[in-house]
């Protein structure tokens, strides 16, 4: 997350995820499912824009980034009202904290939405940290922890500090993690989305039996090679037999000379790691080609 402070306003940049590695370890009784993930913030971001203003009122104004670039995000409406995350997050710490004063927010989007790349988390870890600047509420990182936890599972991993974290639990158990190198990827989204409970309902937990604990001694080691070969996304088999555009993806990666490839998250977006940005955007340039309706490359945030 990235912070532009100006006289009237301040600008927040909030990142995509992708899951590097992502195992169902069970469902609970309170209906969630355990994970083991490794995620990684990306250099892909929708802006937020908070400008304080006197009345109680939380107002959302949201932009798409330039509707003519065909790389703009493939998604559906974006709610403004309270469904959206950045406003159910504004009021949270507006009561939590007792702030009288309100805020316009304007977001941009450019993160595709239902595509497993965490957009409205970030943006509601955008909005707890942002409003906790501009309202100078100085509540620390732990406060902001705790009200992320109500609003949803990926929410921490955004506020945690740390561009690379594995995440347990929910989602909302999040140990930070060092990558020993930036990694570059490609990354696509289809023209359609998947929701998020639609896919869980779909998974078997427990089907793998691989430990993150393999994946994170290999993602220590130099070179990629090892790594590659222990990607995981238990998501990935539902997500394939609800939507026929995620298993297109898989199959057009899979003749690509990358050197990794899996679906991020619940879908639908999939990533391809590459050896370097001009790597990367050689085969974007590839995928745009045959019509694959938005293709980004991408590296880690540092
Ligand atoms: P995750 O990786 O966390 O599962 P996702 O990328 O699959 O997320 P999002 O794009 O974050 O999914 O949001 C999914 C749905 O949530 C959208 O279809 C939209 O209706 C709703 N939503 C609420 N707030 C936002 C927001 N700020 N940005 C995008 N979608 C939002």
Redesign the pocket.
């Known amino acids: 997350m990235l912070f532009q402070p100006s006289i009237r306003s301040l600008t927040v940049l909030a990142p995509a ?1 992708l899951n590097l590695f992502l195992r169902v370890v069970r469902r609970r009784v309170d209906g969630f499912h355990d994970l083991e993930t490794v995620m990684t913030a990306i250099n892909i971001f ?1 802006t937020l824009v908070f400008e304080p203003v006197e009345s109680p009122e939380i107002t959302l104004r949201v932009s798409m980034c330039a509707p003519r670039n065909r790389n703009s995000a493939p ?2 409406p ?2 403004t009202g309270p ?4 406003v159910r997050a504004a009021l949270l710490l507006k009561e939590h904290a007792g702030v009288t004063q309100g805020a316009q927010i304007t ?1 941009i ?1 450019r ?11 970030s ?2 870890a955008a909005t707890l940290a942002g409003l906790n600047r501009l309202w100078k509420l100085g509540r620390s990182r732990d406060e902001l922890l705790e009200l992320a936890g109500r609003l ?1 599972s ?1 929410i921490g991993f955004f506020l945690g500090g740390s561009s690379t974290a594995v995440c347990r639990g929910r989602g909302e158990l999040v140990e930070p993690l060092q990558l020993p190198m930036g990694l570059h990827f490609v990354v696509a989204r289809p023209s359609s ?4 409970p639609a896919v869980f309902k779909h998974c078997q937990p427990g089907q793998s039996d691989r430990d993150v604990g393999e994946f994170l001694a290999a993602l220590q080691r130099p070179g990629l090679g090892q790594m590659v070969r222990l990607l995981l996304n238990d998501l990935q088999s539902p997500a394939e037999r609800l939507n026929d555009q995620v298993r297109d993806l898989r199959e057009r990666f899979a003749k690509l000379p990358v050197i990794g490839h899996q679906m ?3 879908g639908t977006s999939y990533f391809g790691i590459c050896s370097s940005a001009r790597h990367a955007g050689a085969i974007a340039s590839r995928l745009r080609s045959e019509g694959v309706p938005w293709v980004q490359i991408a590296r880690t945030c540092v």
């Open positions: 995820k929708d998604t559906d974006i709610p469904e959206n995350l950045v977001l989007k993160i595709p939405s239902a595509a497993g790349m965490g957009g409205g988390s943006d509601a949803g990926d989305g998947l929701s998020t991020s998250g619940s």
